[in-house]
């Protein structure tokens, strides 16, 4: 009965910052890598940024020096604090973990809800 909900998200204009979080609550043992995708109407859901539980990070190319993926583990959280959005940006947002929900359980992939994200004038 793991969940991921994410929360932040909301409309801002170009230029604007925001922060997402992720908290990952329920049967938990450990949590693998953590990361954001979004998904635009027409688009494919694609990955904005992972990071690893030894903080290792991987970013989107669209996204790259913009965004920043972190993690409190100790929280079972993770954000991405996005600077400098694009209209382009606009999208729903979905927090996504690996997780195991006891010591020799499986590795389970589990997704949030999933907040939207809008950039506009």
């Known amino acids: 009965q793991v969940q991921l909900v994410e929360s932040g998200g909301g409309l801002v204009q170009p230029g604007g910052s925001l922060r997402l979080s992720c908290a990952a609550s329920?049967?938990?043992?450990?949590?693998?890598?953590m990361g954001w995708y979004r998904q635009a109407p027409g688009h494919q859901r694609e990955l904005v940024a992972r990071?690893?539980?030894?903080?290792?990070?991987n970013y989107a190319d669209s996204v790259k020096g913009r965004f920043t993926i972190s993690r409190d583990n100790a929280k079972n959280t993770v954000y991405l604090q996005m600077n400098s959005l694009k209209p382009e940006d606009t999208a729903v947002y979905y927090c996504?973990?690996?997780?195991?929900?006891?010591?020799?359980?499986?590795?389970?992939?589990?997704w949030g809800q999933g907040t939207q994200v809008t950039v506009s004038s």
């Open positions: 996504n973990a690996n997780i195991r929900a006891s010591r020799l359980g499986p590795l389970g992939n589990y």
């Open positions: 329920g049967s938990i043992f450990s949590i693998g890598v």
């Open positions: 990071i690893g539980d030894g903080g290792s990070t």
